[in-house]
């Protein structure tokens, strides 16, 4: 099993920590994420995995770290599009981003990302004032990243069904408990959240969200095949969330247990997953 030639990774980082540190990463328990990932590093393990293009997500909430990622894109033709920082609850969102866009490589900015998990209020994505900065990113024709864990889902679907004119990524599948029996509250909030068109899903992230070890693809296909049947494959797209994924999985092993996860389906069904659905969505250049 393998990706197939011109596969769009649609989720991974990259960070020098000398530059833009990265406090969320814990030396004793994520030993194997606390070094600095490159560009180079990118294009050793994509090259083995047969990906071409790759979208490049925020790991910092500053936008300082978006104005660098977005030069890395401008010099690094791997990179296709770059999905970066903001504070949407400011009120000049789209000041921000019109700065965001004069900076070298501005053109590849695809989406914008809040860290909404890190909000401890369910509620946070009903608040006027981050509605108000969330229609401004898609005003700009900005895609917007659902960076929520599953008490936050019912919140997101809310924000979906009333801001149609903004596309809506959510990454990892909202996080679900996997490698469990409780699914339940998560797929029907999930099932909720795919009902508006506006909406697609990553599936990324998926392998440190298992509380066991070692994880098996049996631990995943759950939540792989309900998030098949709520968004179907041309709302779906790959994501290897490298190199945090690191801290359970190599990316081969992630790209090959999806492809495993994903045989049953037609041709077209696993192309839009591999490919289309990220070009589609996030309209990098290749698109």
């Given at each position: ?32 994420i ?33 104005v660098?990622l ?48 890190d909000?401890p ?6 608040r ?7 229609t401004?990113?898609?005003?700009a ?23 149609p ?6 990454d990892?599948l909202?996080k679900?408990?996997l ?38 693809p ?12 709520a ?52 309209r990098?250049?290749?698109?």
């Amino acid at each position: 099993m393998s990706a197939p030639p011109g596969t769009v990774d649609a989720h991974h980082h990259l960070w020098v920590r000398a530059r833009h540190p990265q406090p969320w990463i814990d030396p004793a328990t994520m030993a194997a994420i606390d070094a600095d990932f490159t560009p180079d590093d990118l294009a050793r393990v994509t090259r083995a995995a047969g990906v071409t293009e790759t979208v490049l997500v925020q790991a910092n909430s500053t936008e300082a770290e978006t104005v660098d990622l977005l030069g890395i894109a401008a010099d690094h033709p791997l990179v296709r599009g770059v999905v970066g920082w903001l504070d949407v609850t400011t009120p000049d969102v789209a000041d921000r981003l019109a700065r965001l866009r004069a900076a070298r490589g501005g053109h590849l900015l695809v989406g914008v990302r809040y860290s909404v998990q890190d909000e401890p209020d369910p509620g946070f994505l009903d608040r006027a004032d981050v509605r108000r900065g969330i229609t401004a990113v898609g005003a700009a024709g900005l895609a917007f990243d659902l960076l929520v864990r599953q008490h936050h889902l019912g919140a997101a679907g809310r924000l979906a069904r009333d801001l149609p004119e903004v596309r809506f990524v959510l990454d990892h599948l909202g996080k679900p408990a996997l490698g469990g029996t409780d699914l339940d509250d998560w797929a029907r909030d999930l099932r909720a959240l795919a009902a508006p068109a506006n909406t697609t899903a990553k599936l990324s992230g998926l392998v440190t969200e298992v509380h066991r070890a070692p994880w098996t693809p049996q631990d995943l296909r759950p939540a792989v095949e309900h998030a098949l049947d709520a968004f179907g494959p041309d709302r779906l797209m790959f994501g290897s969330d490298w190199p945090v994924c690191l801290l359970a999985s190599t990316y081969d092993r992630w790209v090959d247990t999806l492809a495993e996860l994903l045989d049953p389906l037609g041709d077209d069904e696993r192309a839009a997953i591999w490919r289309h659905t990220a070009r589609r969505v996030y309209r990098p250049e290749s698109s």
